[in-house]
C-alpha cells in the first residue's frame, strides 16, 4: 500500500516544481525564438534599408536608421538597367524552363522504365543511378568542364541547361516513389484497351504524378535560381549572365555603392520571398521529401 | 514508405506477353520481342546519357588526368604517376586548404545542435509558431551571391554587425573578414546562417511525424520535456540525424560559393573546391587539381561509406 502513496507524493513534487519552472521555461523560450529571429532579419532588413537611401545618406553613416523616403527606387533602377538585370532575368528563366521540364520528363521517364520494365541490368543501372548521387558535383566540375567544352557548349545557356538535367537523380528517386504507389491495376486496366507502353505513361502515370512534379519542380527550381558554381564556371559572357553570376559582377563597377549593391541583392531576394510566401506548404514537404530521398 | 502493393508484384511484360498472343492468335515475331526488350532502354537513354556524360565520364577522366602533368590546355601530356599526390601531401600551403575545412566543420556541428533546439521547442505548443518556422527557414532559400552580399555589407568596417555593436557600446577594432584568425570564424558563421533552416525543416518534419499519441501518453506518465526529447524525440529522428552529419562532412569539405564571393578566397579563407578551382582555371595544373579532386571524392566516399555502416538504413533495400 506504501508504494502508490509514495509514487503519487513524488508525482506531486514532480508537479510543483514543474510548476514553478514553467513560466521560466516558456520565457526562455520565447527569448531565444525572438533573438533568433532577429538575427535572421537584421542583417536582411539593413540591406533594404540600404537599397532605399540615398548617396549622402549613405556618405551619413549610420547604418541601422531607416531610410528618409521609404519611396526612393532610384536604386533600383540603378541596379536594373546598369547591372543588366533584366537579361539575367531572362536568362534564369530560359534555363528553368529547359531544365526543369527536361528533368521532370526525364526523372519521371527514367523512374517509369525502373519500376514498370524488368530487363536485363536494371540493377546495375539502379546502382549506378544510386552511386552517382555520393558524388558532389563540386568535385568533378574541373573534369566536367573538358567534357562540356567538347561537346560545343561552353559559353551557351544549353551548358547549364545539361548538367542540372544531368545531376538530378534525387529527382528519379522521387517519381520512382510515387509510381511505386499508383496501382499495377491501372496500367493492366489501360493495356487491356490496348494502350502501347508509351501511351499508359502519358495518359495514366504521368497525370497520377502531379504532387511528385510539384515536389520537383520546387526543389529543382529553387536550386537553379540560386545556383552560382555552374553558371560561373560555364557562362563567362556577361550577355549569358543568369540572377547569381549577374549580381556577382554588381562587386566591380558599384565597388562601394553599397546602396546600389543593396537594390540588386533585394531585387534578385523579393522572388524568392513572394514564392516561399505563396507556396509554403509545398516548399517544406518538397524539401522534407526531397532531402529522405 | 509507400506500400500499397502488398502482395507479389504483378510485372506487366509478361501479363502483356500472355495477352497478345491470346487476342491475335499468332505467335509474335522475333522483330515484337526485340522491340519490348528495348522499350525500357528507350525510357531511361536520355537520363543515361546524361548521367554518363556529366558524372561517369568526368569522374573517371579526373582520375586519369591525376596521374598526369596536363596544363589542361596543351595537347600533350607526360604520366608522371603519383607526383601530383605527393606534392599534395607534402605541401604545407597546398594541404592547409583540410584546416579551413574544421571551421566548417565546427560550424555545422553548432548548426545541427540549435537546429534540433528550435525543432523540439516548436513540435510542442507554440505561439506564432508558422512565423517563426518560416523565419528560420527562409535563409536557406536565398541566393547564394545575395547573401554573401548581405553579409558583406554586415561584416564591414561601420556595416552592421559593428553598428549594433556600438549599440551596446563595444567598439571593436578588428576587421571582421581581414583579420586572418577572424576571417574563417565569420565565413562559417554565415554557413551557419544560411543552412540552419534545412536542418530544422528535416528535424521538425521528423519529429512531426511522431504519433500524436505517444506524446499524449508521455503527458499522463508525468514525463518532463527532456524525457519526452530522450525518449521519444530522439529515437524517431536518428537516420535524419544521421544524414544530417553526413551533409555536414561533406558540406564543409566542399565549402565554395560564400567565402569565393566575400573573400575571393584570398589569404586564410581559401578552402579546398577554391583551391582546386584555381589551380586548374588560373596555374593551368589540370593534374594537381584533378589530384585535389580526386582525394576530396575519395574522402566523401570514405565517409558515407562509415556512416551506412554505423547506422544501418532500412531504405537500402531500394530494389
Given at each position: 500500500?506504501?508504494?502508490?502513496?509514495?509514487?503519487?507524493?513524488?508525482f506531486?513534487?514532480?508537479?510543483?516544481r514543474?510548476a514553478?519552472?514553467?513560466?521560466?521555461?516558456v520565457?526562455?523560450?520565447?527569448?531565444?525564438?525572438?533573438?533568433a529571429?532577429?538575427?535572421?532579419?537584421?542583417p536582411?532588413?539593413?540591406?533594404?534599408?540600404?537599397?532605399?537611401k540615398?548617396?549622402?545618406?549613405?556618405?551619413?553613416?549610420?547604418?541601422?536608421s531607416?531610410?528618409?523616403?521609404w519611396f526612393?527606387?532610384?536604386?533600383?533602377?540603378?541596379?536594373?538597367t546598369?547591372?543588366?538585370?533584366?537579361?539575367?532575368?531572362g536568362n534564369?528563366?530560359f534555363?528553368l524552363?529547359?531544365?526543369?521540364?527536361?528533368?521532370?520528363?526525364?526523372?519521371?521517364?527514367a523512374?517509369?522504365?525502373?519500376?514498370?520494365?524488368?530487363f536485363?541490368?536494371?540493377?546495375l543501372?539502379v546502382?549506378?543511378?544510386?552511386?552517382?548521387?555520393?558524388?558532389?558535383?563540386?568535385t568533378?566540375?574541373v573534369?566536367?568542364?573538358?567534357?562540356?567544352?567538347?561537346?560545343?557548349?561552353?559559353?551557351?545557356?544549353?551548358?547549364?541547361v545539361l548538367?542540372?538535367?544531368?545531376?538530378?537523380?534525387?529527382?528519379?528517386?522521387?517519381?520512382?516513389?510515387?509510381?511505386?504507389?499508383?496501382?499495377?491495376?491501372?496500367?493492366?486496366?489501360?493495356?487491356i484497351d490496348?494502350?502501347?507502353?508509351?501511351?499508359?505513361?502519358?495518359?495514366v502515370?504521368f497525370?497520377?504524378?502531379?504532387?511528385?512534379i510539384?515536389?520537383?519542380?520546387?526543389?529543382?527550381?529553387?536550386?537553379v535560381?540560386?545556383?552560382?558554381y555552374?553558371?560561373f564556371?560555364?557562362?563567362?559572357?556577361?550577355?549569358?549572365?543568369?540572377i547569381?553570376?549577374?549580381?556577382f559582377r554588381f562587386?566591380?563597377?558599384?565597388?562601394?555603392?553599397?546602396?546600389?549593391?543593396?537594390a540588386?541583392a533585394?531585387l534578385?531576394?523579393?522572388?524568392?520571398?513572394?514564392?516561399?510566401?505563396l507556396?509554403?506548404?509545398f516548399?517544406?514537404n518538397?524539401?522534407?521529401s526531397?532531402?529522405?530521398? | 514508405?509507400?506500400?500499397?502493393?502488398?502482395g507479389?508484384?504483378?510485372?506487366?511484360?509478361?501479363?502483356?506477353?500472355?495477352?497478345?498472343?491470346?487476342?491475335?492468335?499468332?505467335?509474335?515475331?522475333?522483330?515484337?520481342t526485340?522491340?519490348r526488350?528495348?522499350?525500357?532502354w528507350?525510357y531511361?537513354a536520355?537520363?543515361?546519357?546524361?548521367?554518363?556524360?556529366?558524372?561517369?565520364?568526368?569522374?573517371?577522366?579526373?582520375?586519369?588526368?591525376?596521374?598526369?602533368?596536363?596544363?589542361?590546355v596543351?595537347?600533350?601530356?607526360d604520366f608522371?604517376?603519383?607526383d601530383n599526390?605527393?606534392e599534395?601531401?607534402?605541401?604545407?600551403?597546398?594541404?592547409h586548404?583540410?584546416?579551413?575545412?574544421?571551421?566548417?566543420?565546427?560550424?555545422a556541428?553548432?548548426?545541427?545542435?540549435?537546429?534540433?533546439?528550435?525543432?523540439?521547442?516548436?513540435?510542442?505548443?507554440?505561439?506564432?509558431r508558422?512565423?517563426?518556422?518560416g523565419?528560420?527557414?527562409?535563409?536557406?532559400?536565398?541566393n547564394?551571391?545575395?547573401?554573401a552580399?548581405?553579409f558583406?555589407?554586415?561584416?564591414?568596417?561601420?556595416?552592421t554587425?559593428?553598428?549594433?555593436?556600438?549599440?551596446v557600446?563595444v567598439h571593436?577594432?578588428?576587421?571582421?573578414?581581414?583579420?586572418?584568425?577572424?576571417v574563417?570564424?565569420?565565413?562559417?558563421?554565415?554557413?551557419v546562417?544560411?543552412?540552419?533552416?534545412?536542418?530544422?525543416?528535416?528535424?521538425l518534419?521528423?519529429?512531426q511525424s511522431?504519433?500524436?499519441?505517444?506524446h499524449e501518453?508521455?503527458?499522463?506518465?508525468?514525463?518532463?520535456?527532456?524525457?519526452?526529447?530522450?525518449?521519444?524525440?530522439?529515437?524517431?529522428i536518428?537516420p535524419?540525424?544521421?544524414l544530417?552529419?553526413?551533409?555536414?562532412i561533406?558540406g564543409?569539405?566542399?565549402?565554395f560559393?560564400?567565402?569565393?564571393?566575400?573573400?575571393?578566397g584570398?589569404?586564410?579563407?581559401?578552402?579546398?573546391?577554391i583551391?582546386t578551382?584555381k589551380?586548374?582555371?588560373?596555374f593551368?595544373?589540370?593534374?594537381?587539381?584533378?589530384?585535389m579532386?580526386?582525394?576530396?571524392l575519395?574522402?566523401?566516399?570514405?565517409?558515407t561509406?562509415?556512416?551506412r555502416?554505423?547506422?544501418?538504413?532500412?531504405?537500402a533495400?531500394r530494389p
Amino acid at each position: 500500500m506504501t508504494v502508490p502513496s509514495t509514487a503519487r507524493a513524488a508525482f506531486d513534487r514532480r508537479e510543483r516544481r514543474a510548476a514553478l519552472l514553467r513560466p521560466v521555461a516558456v520565457t526562455l523560450k520565447y527569448l531565444s525564438l525572438v533573438a533568433a529571429s532577429v538575427v535572421v532579419l537584421l542583417p536582411l532588413l539593413t540591406i533594404f534599408f540600404t537599397s532605399l537611401k540615398t548617396e549622402q545618406e549613405m556618405a551619413g553613416g549610420d547604418t541601422l536608421s531607416p531610410p528618409r523616403d521609404w519611396f526612393n527606387f532610384a536604386n533600383y533602377a540603378t541596379a536594373f538597367t546598369k547591372g543588366e538585370m533584366l537579361t539575367a532575368f531572362g536568362n534564369t528563366a530560359f534555363i528553368l524552363l529547359f531544365s526543369i521540364t527536361g528533368t521532370v520528363v526525364i526523372g519521371s521517364m527514367a523512374a517509369y522504365a525502373i519500376e514498370r520494365f524488368s530487363f536485363r541490368f536494371k540493377k546495375l543501372v539502379v546502382a549506378a543511378f544510386l552511386v552517382a548521387t555520393l558524388v558532389p558535383a563540386v568535385t568533378t566540375q574541373v573534369a566536367t568542364f573538358k567534357v562540356v567544352d567538347a561537346l560545343g557548349l561552353f559559353d551557351t545557356r544549353w551548358a547549364p541547361v545539361l548538367l542540372y538535367m544531368g545531376t538530378d537523380i534525387v529527382a528519379i528517386y522521387i517519381f520512382q516513389q510515387f509510381i511505386r504507389g499508383i496501382p499495377v491495376s491501372l496500367d493492366e486496366a489501360a493495356r487491356i484497351d490496348g494502350a502501347g507502353s508509351f501511351k499508359i505513361y502519358r495518359t495514366v502515370i504521368f497525370p497520377l504524378l502531379k504532387p511528385a512534379i510539384a515536389t520537383v519542380v520546387i526543389i529543382k527550381g529553387i536550386t537553379v535560381y540560386n545556383d552560382f558554381y555552374i553558371p560561373f564556371l560555364y557562362n563567362p559572357s556577361p550577355e549569358l549572365g543568369t540572377i547569381s553570376t549577374s549580381l556577382f559582377r554588381f562587386k566591380g563597377p558599384f565597388g562601394a555603392h553599397w546602396e546600389t549593391i543593396s537594390a540588386g541583392a533585394v531585387l534578385v531576394i523579393v522572388p524568392t520571398l513572394v514564392i516561399f510566401l505563396l507556396l509554403q506548404r509545398f516548399i517544406y514537404n518538397g524539401f522534407t521529401s526531397g532531402a529522405a530521398k | 514508405m509507400t506500400d500499397l502493393k502488398t502482395g507479389p508484384r504483378v510485372d506487366p511484360a509478361p501479363a502483356a506477353a500472355a495477352d497478345a498472343p491470346a487476342r491475335t492468335a499468332v505467335p509474335p515475331a522475333r522483330g515484337a520481342t526485340w522491340a519490348r526488350r528495348l522499350t525500357p532502354w528507350g525510357y531511361l537513354a536520355a537520363a543515361l546519357v546524361l548521367l554518363v556524360a556529366f558524372t561517369y565520364v568526368p569522374v573517371a577522366n579526373m582520375i586519369s588526368y591525376s596521374f598526369t602533368d596536363w596544363d589542361g590546355v596543351s595537347p600533350d601530356k607526360d604520366f608522371v604517376g603519383v607526383d601530383n599526390y605527393v606534392e599534395l601531401f607534402t605541401r604545407p600551403d597546398l594541404f592547409h586548404v583540410f584546416f579551413v575545412s574544421l571551421f566548417y566543420l565546427a560550424a555545422a556541428a553548432v548548426q545541427i545542435v540549435v537546429a534540433l533546439y528550435f525543432a523540439t521547442v516548436l513540435t510542442f505548443r507554440t505561439r506564432f509558431r508558422n512565423l517563426f518556422k518560416g523565419l528560420l527557414f527562409f535563409p536557406y532559400l536565398i541566393n547564394g551571391v545575395a547573401v554573401a552580399f548581405v553579409f558583406l555589407y554586415f561584416f564591414k568596417e561601420g556595416g552592421t554587425l559593428d553598428s549594433v555593436l556600438a549599440l551596446v557600446g563595444v567598439h571593436p577594432k578588428q576587421l571582421w573578414l581581414g583579420d586572418p584568425d577572424l576571417v574563417n570564424v565569420s565565413l562559417s558563421g554565415v554557413s551557419v546562417w544560411r543552412f540552419l533552416g534545412l536542418n530544422f525543416v528535416l528535424f521538425l518534419g521528423a519529429m512531426q511525424s511522431i504519433p500524436a499519441e505517444l506524446h499524449e501518453a508521455a503527458e499522463i506518465d508525468g514525463a518532463t520535456r527532456w524525457q519526452v526529447f530522450r525518449g521519444i524525440i530522439a529515437p524517431s529522428i536518428r537516420p535524419i540525424i544521421g544524414l544530417s552529419v553526413i551533409l555536414a562532412i561533406s558540406g564543409s569539405l566542399s565549402v565554395f560559393e560564400i567565402p569565393f564571393i566575400m573573400t575571393r578566397g584570398f589569404g586564410e579563407s581559401k578552402t579546398f573546391v577554391i583551391q582546386t578551382v584555381k589551380l586548374a582555371f588560373d596555374f593551368n595544373k589540370m593534374g594537381l587539381a584533378s589530384a585535389m579532386a580526386v582525394v576530396l571524392l575519395a574522402i566523401i566516399l570514405l565517409i558515407t561509406w562509415v556512416q551506412r555502416r554505423l547506422v544501418p538504413d532500412e531504405r537500402a533495400d531500394r530494389p
